[in-house]
């Protein structure tokens, strides 16, 4: 063999390389000019049978025309690469080098704020949190709650009542979860019972036919109204600042004996001192005891329940209970 043949040979090769416009092709080059049966591997494997003084400088020669084929072989296999990348990339049209797309983040409604800061403040106590369904029976919601028959709430006129059916109603408060909650427990009992309600009201800047209450129930022994007047004292003042005073006015709830009026010190914007009545409350009548299958010998109680939304018009200011219901993110967005 001689050095013209190999020069033919690797130049060839080469030119093949260089031409070669993917990497399949590139690969097919490979294999007809390294592989076993190309002519470079011929030339190789005949150095053996040639004489002695030709062996050392064919074998030279093939030796370096491999090595620069196959050095161009990866040259231009890199260079492939990166075209083919590059192709890619353009057919793609995603900059992964821009920045994202902000994800806006969400926070909590005022009136989710405002109960969870109540709840805290009962847990702390070792109140628990419970739960009960919106669609009520008249027995949860009046009956078992010493509310007789004829009296104004249980009209269709104030209350709604779900598909026509005198027995299931939508609740009016949230105290049907105290007779759920005595039903299904023994005392000690301590619960916070936070939620939905639903009255046949117009709406205007302090009514809504969908409201928040929270309800507040304790059953144990010895519990007195100095128990009531202390937890009170002790939620307002946690939630309302620890200036607060509060007053206890009688009043009446059918299912409290006695019953007030729960009144909160403030002072208005011209420095007036003044009372707002925030929750309702009192001593769990032995007969609401008795419904809920409590020994009401052995047991005393009292409950209080309360207006979360009303709360949270006082707490930031609010003068209008609608903005809290329209989900206008201008307004919402105040409290994030
Ligand atoms: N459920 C009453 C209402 O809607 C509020 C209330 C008053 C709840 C006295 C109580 C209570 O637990 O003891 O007006």
Redesign the pocket.
Known sequence: MSAPDLDQIQSGALADVAAAGSLADLESVRVAHTGRRSPLATVLAGIGGLPPEQRGTVGKAANLARRAVEEALAARTAELEAEELGAALERDTTDVTLPGDPHPLGALHPITQVRQEMEDILLALGYRIADGPEIETEWHVFTA?NTPAGHPSRSPSDTFFVGGRPDRLLR????PV?VREMQASEPPIYLVAPGA?YRRDDIDATHSPMFH?M???AVDEGLTMAHLKGTMLHFFRELLGSEREILLQP?F?P??EP??DVQVSYTDKNGRPGWLEL????M?DPNVLAHAGIDSERYTG??????LDRIAMIRFGVPDLRLFFENDLRFLEQFA
Do not use: N, R
């Open positions: 709650l009016t408060q949230t105290s105290q309600v209450q309800e507040g129930l009043h709830f299912f409290t019953s007030v929750a309702g409350a009192g769990v009292f409950a209080f329940g309360c207006g």
